[in-house]
């Protein structure tokens, strides 16, 4: 069984940032052959994609909603994916969840529908106004 830890998540003003991190130690050496997902779920709605980068860290989808504020970012020698999540808002409140899944085969766009084979226990992220 693969885990995925998420770390990083918190209660933030409006218009201030939080950093997430996803670790993934026991994907080891393979970790490069990954896609990793950030997603976010918030009370009532459902699941959405926020982020995904390619193994290589080259191809990046980010949503609509956090383009300009969003930054995603990986480490394949630590086996880490980073969120840089700037001028946050109250919306951007629920709980987020890196996810892996084999980049052959697929993309990082239909990764980010929520097609992913491991995922994180959550962190949750509160942005109050």
């Known amino acids: 069984q693969v885990q995925l830890v998420e770390s990083g998540g918190g209660l933030v003003q409006s218009g201030g940032s939080l950093s997430l991190s996803c670790a993934a130690p026991?994907?080891?050496?393979?970790?490069?052959?990954?896609?990793i997902g950030w997603f976010r779920q918030a009370p009532g709605k459902e699941r959405e994609g926020v982020s995904c980068?390619?193994?290589?860290?080259?191809?990046?989808h980010y949503a609509e909603s956090v383009k300009g504020r969003f930054t995603i970012s990986r480490d394949n020698a630590n086996n880490t994916v980073t969120l840089q999540m700037n001028s946050l808002k109250p919306e951007d409140t629920g709980v987020y969840y890196c996810?892996?899944?084999?980049?052959?085969?697929?993309?990082?766009?239909?990764?980010?529908?929520?097609?992913?084979?491991?995922w994180g226990q959550g962190t949750q992220v509160t942005v109050s106004s």
């Open positions: 996810a892996a899944e084999p980049e052959f085969g697929t993309t990082i766009e239909k990764t980010c529908t929520g097609i992913a084979a491991y």
């Open positions: 980068i390619s193994g290589s860290g080259v191809w990046i």
């Open positions: 026991a994907l080891s050496l393979s970790f490069a052959y990954y896609i």
